[in-house]
């Protein structure tokens, strides 16, 4: 291994490599992490995740923006300078690699692959996540470097959680530490501490929250242009890694900082990064739509920004906005790329409030459980006639499920067809330790008939939508013509592969029923 690099860091910071893509929209980005070694891997590296581009000696042009964060904290508590720390790509990272180094930091939202969406790709198509695949080809490739070299790696990102719940024979080798939770209060001081040859007395560390006033704007561009307008949740949710963590909003300046840094660096089509958008600068649950509004119109004055797209929104905050007020945000958001297709993710989770209320207990909050399907309907016209796109998502075998409920969710998702509107359904998968032990995951072998009507539906409605609006928001972040009409003509393969998975599960569920109905009867006659 012969480092080309120039830079002799004493830190580098690297996220796996399905989060070192050029992706030009969110969009692109969520597919790419749901991928299956099914895909060819020319395919996947050069057309569904092309590499970032690098500077000569090796810096990612655009990084994660939690590595962005570690980066700019490090820079700002812990003395060491700009050489010292660099963010760099799995395809670089051998030429950054020397006696030099003393800690090589590496993040991923989904390492093992257990986060829910990847989970429910990974029930139906054979082959590995490449999210696994790619992390373990890099923790492969740094303990071999790290046995010559005798720097730490420290694990951290939205996954790192996976690998203190589950064992990974690669990553239990190379990792020295994994760290859990937002870096800036005590990862610093706990990077200096490794630097200086001292490791925590436990593997596994559960950093301190930080207070937003206190967070450092980023020193480089993110990938995808992603911003943090708020961070943690607080609602509670069983299925969530964030869920006891309470929302806290970045200040205006902060926020500003960072679109001015992605602009700076070329990054034009943006994303704002929340649980909750409309929430922003809320006190509690109450939506404050004055400080919103206000963040908007300042955003509004940067030049150079073309598109943003948003992440989440809860239900109940959307219920607390006015017609007039969303019509204000709509328009605030229309900047020099008009999308026709404006999308916000929500969290449906299921059509019953007391399944919601017992599995999330704050998402109701502040309605009753009584409330919630309604809240659903109510949410869905509202977006539609005030010009948003809505992209649901569903938790099917919840905890407490049953046949009714899976009946009302449906209901729900035929309402979703006269829409604009998309839904996607994923498997519950649990999040703690004792509903792992207890075997909590949902899986194809859990699934009912009624099961794979709801999620068929779901699909139906995806496989007409998502291209109107997977070519729009392309459109609206530069993707080029010629790409853009390639990956519809690979998403009608897709289709089809999805309506052939369907059918012979059907089948197989079918039978399986037939079979369960005629030893019920023979039981019964035998009993008789």
């Known amino acids: 291994m012969t480092n080309t690099s120039t830079l002799k860091p004493a830190v580098i910071l690297v996220a796996d490599r ?5 992706y030009r929209v969110l969009f692109e980005g969520i597919f790419a992490t749901m991928q299956m070694t099914q895909v060819p891997s020319v395919m996947m590296r050069h057309l569904l995740s092309p590499a970032v581009k690098t500077t000569p000696d090796g810096r990612a042009s655009v990084a994660a923006l939690g590595l962005r964060r570690v980066e700019s ?4 508590q812990t003395g060491l300078q700009p050489q010292d720390v660099v963010c760099t790509t799995p395809e670089r990272l051998g030429d950054l690699l020397g006696p030099w180094v003393k800690v090589v930091g590496v993040c991923s939202s989904d390492p093992l692959g257990r986060g829910m969406s990847n989970t429910t790709t990974s029930n139906f198509w054979s082959g590995e996540l490449y999210t696994r695949r790619w992390m373990r080809e890099m923790l ?12 730490k790696v420290i694990g951290g990102g939205a996954g790192a959680w996976q690998w203190r719940m589950y064992r990974d024979a690669v990553a239990d080798e190379c990792l020295d530490v994994v760290f859990e939770g937002y870096f800036e209060k005590t990862g610093p001081d706990s990077i200096k501490s490794i630097l200086n040859g001292q490791l925590p007395e436990d593997k596994f560390v559960t950093l301190e929250a930080t207070t937003a006033q206190d967070i450092c704007p980023i020193r480089g561009p993110s990938l995808m242009g992603a911003v943090e307008f708020s961070r ?3 609602r509670g949710c069983r299925f969530c890694s964030i869920s006891k963590t309470s929302m806290q909003h970045l200040p205006a300046e902060t926020i500003l900082a960072d679109l001015e840094t992605n602009v ?3 990054v034009r089509s943006v994303v704002s990064g929340s649980e909750d958008f409309f929430r922003y600068g809320a006190d509690g649950l109450k ?13 509004r004055q940067i030049q150079g920004l073309s598109f943003m797209q948003m992440d989440h929104a809860n239900i109940t905050s959307i219920a607390q906005m006015t017609d007039e007020q969303l019509q204000e945000i709509r328009r605030l958001l229309t900047w020099e790329k008009n999308s026709r297709y404006l999308w916000v993710n929500m969290g449906a989770e299921s059509a019953s409030g007391n399944l919601v209320k017992a599995n999330a207990p704050g998402k109701v909050a502040p309605y009753r459980p009584e409330d919630w399907e309604g809240l659903l309907y109510d949410s869905a016209e509202k977006m539609t006639r005030n010009g948003f796109f809505g992209v649901f998502s569903l938790v099917l075998g919840m905890p407490g499920e049953t046949g009714q409920d899976v009946e009302r969710t449906l209901k729900f998702v035929r309402f979703l067809e006269q829409q604009n509107a998309i839904v996607f359904p994923v498997f519950y998968e649990p999040y703690t330790a004792e509903e792992i032990q207890s075997d909590y995951s949902f899986t194809l072998a859990k699934m009912r008939l009624e099961h794979l009507e709801l999620y068929r539906r779901c699909y139906e409605i995806n496989f007409k939508k998502v291209p109107l609006l997977y070519w729009d928001n392309q459109r ?17 393969t897709e289709v089809f592969s999805w309506r052939r998975a369907f059918n012979r599960l059907e089948k197989q569920l079918t039978k399986e029923k037939r079979k369960n109905t005629i030893d019920n009867v023979v039981i019964r006659t035998a009993e008789n």
């Not at 609206?476 to 009608?492: D, F, S």
């Open 264 to 266: 700076a660096g070329g």
């Open 476 to 492: 609206c972040g530069g993707v080029p013509w010629a790409k853009r009409a390639l990956l519809q003509m690979l998403g009608k």
């Open 73 to 76: 904290s490090l820079l700002a």
């Open 140 to 151: 492969t490739q740094l303990l071999k470097a790290k046995q010559r070299y005798g720097f």
């Open 232 to 234: 943690g949740c607080g």
């Open 18 to 22: 399905t989060l070192s893509a050029r």
């Open 287 to 299: 939506v404050n739509f004055d400080k919103l509004h206000h963040l908007l119109m300042e955003i």
